[in-house]
């Protein structure tokens, strides 16, 4: 398996346009992160989903950010209208309902917001 | 809030030594702790998991330890190499699979 894969892994864009993010987990997980990492505030949980649905959302700064995720292989983040505090990298995770919580991550997304 | 703390000072060690972070955890109980190593430009890798009731758990130089009292994780890594040079990163969980974060430790180990 690839392991979880991630797109772009680089995007600059300007304040006030949409982002969207992408992610596709490990085929047979049924569990999908989104985190959210920068030096002040560490990693930090956006929003994570079980067999495609969302659980919790409680880490979604605000509005502007959404999640989806249509299907068992793909997941988007999208974030609409950006800001200069959105710059971060995002994390996509996946892993196993097997008790063991371990996650796989992809390579991230370095968002940067000018 | 729920928190994982990790010492945010840099730890430099010798090649050969024993490294050890430590990873506090406060306002919650996780059901396990577990560690990954982050390496610059790339996402988090599993290393290690302990659970609550287990005292200690070992895989090869790496050591970690649980003590439910302290509320802390010690991680060790015994015969240091530079190779070993990352940040590292403790996680708390429960059942709800969702994984709490601490800031990371970075380690480097000189030859």
Known sequence: DAGVIQSPRHEVTEMGQEVTLRCKPISGHDYL??????MMRGLELLIYFNNNVPIDDSGM???R????????????????????????????????????????????TRLTVV | SQKIEQNSEALNIQEGKTATLTCNYTNYSPAYLQWYRQDPG????????IRENEKEKRKERLKVTFDTTLKQSLFHITASQPADSATY????????????????????VTP
């Not at chain 1, 299907?71 to 008790?99: H, M, W």
């Not at chain 2, 790339?42 to 998991?49: E, H, N, S």
């Not at chain 2, 990163?89 to 480097?108: E, H, P, Q, V």
Request: hydrophobic content about 35%.
């Open chain 1, 61 to 63: 700064p605000e509005d």
């Open chain 1, 65 to 108: 950010f959404s999640a989806k995720m249509p299907n068992a292989s793909f997941s988007t983040l999208k974030i609409q209208p950006s800001e200069p505090r959105d710059s971060a990298v995002y994390f996509c995770a996946s892993s196993f309902g097997d008790g063991t919580g371990r996650a796989f991550f992809g390579q991230g």
């Open chain 2, 89 to 108: 990163l403790c996680a708390g969980g429960n059942s709800g699979y969702a994984l709490n974060f601490g800031k990371g430790t970075s380690l480097l």
């Open chain 2, 42 to 49: 790339r996402g988090p890798v599993f290393l290690l998991l």
């Open chain 1, 33 to 38: 992160f989104w985190y959210r990492q920068t």
